[in-house]
């Protein structure tokens, strides 16, 4: 079974600055999904971006940008700018090409520092 | 568009009691999935539908757990008797699948459910 390892449970980010969170995965495919989702208090996971592992180019979102590596199975996100609004706890996820479910990390708690 | 809706927020019950959780995803999406995410770690796929029929049910414990998708809408999961190591975030979630891919995954925002 495909893991994810998140190696930091807890950040924390001075507002307008940068941070970055990190995502290791295991896996023998070679096509698959890597996502990042955002979940807030009200526990609803939002979206936050996807990247298609045959896709070279990092994928971004506005804010959010990720440094997609995978040889080295490596899939971090990139937060500019930080807003209180981001504070939230952050999943990064895996999902096959034609995969059912999402395979989650464990986490990591974003907190933003007015 | 109406988002995946799920009921109660919020459930405490006694151990040995049961207790059954709501969901209607959104229109037209004919896969639905039951997630539980237990405090301090990642959602984990409990069951799978594809209209009303189980795709997967590997992760399941049947022993005590059960679900259904009546006329392939709306979904029930129930849990009888629970103990104290249900206690959870239980998060619905649907799709659309067109030929080999899947779209438009979305979350509802879950039951949390304790147990004492």
């Known amino acids: 079974a495909q893991t994810v390892t998140q190696s930091q449970p807890e950040m924390s980010v001075q507002e307008a600055e940068t941070v970055t969170l990190s995502c290791t995965y295991d896996t023998s495919e070679s096509d698959y999904y890597l996502f990042w989702y955002k979940q807030p208090p009200s526990r609803q996971m939002i979206l936050v971006i996807r990247q298609e592992a045959y896709k070279q180019q990092n994928a971004t979102e506005n804010r959010f940008s990720v440094n997609f590596q995978k040889a080295a199975k490596s899939f971090s996100l990139k937060i500019s700018d930080s807003q209180l609004g981001d504070a939230a706890m952050y999943f990064c996820a895996y999902r096959s090409n034609t995969g059912n479910q999402f395979y989650f990390g464990t986490g990591t708690s974003l907190t933003v520092i007015p | 568009e109406a988002g995946v809706a799920q009921s109660p927020r919020y459930k405490i019950i006694e151990k040995r009691q049961s207790v059954a959780f709501w969901c209607n995803p959104i229109s037209g999406h004919a896969t639905l999935y039951w997630y539980q995410q237990i405090l301090g770690q990642g959602p984990k796929l409990l069951i799978q539908?594809?209209?009303?029929?189980?795709?997967?049910d590997s992760q399941l414990p049947k022993d005590r757990f059960s679900a259904e998708r009546l006329k392939g809408v709306d979904s029930t999961l129930k849990i009888q008797p629970a103990k104290l190591e249900d206690s959870a975030v239980y998060l619905c979630?649907?799709?659309?699948?067109?030929?080999?891919?899947?779209?438009?995954?979305?979350f509802g925002s879950g039951t949390r459910l304790t147990v004492v």
């Open positions: 979630a649907s799709s659309l699948w067109q030929g080999r891919s899947n779209y438009g995954y979305t």
């Open positions: 539908f594809q209209n009303n029929g189980v795709v997967d």
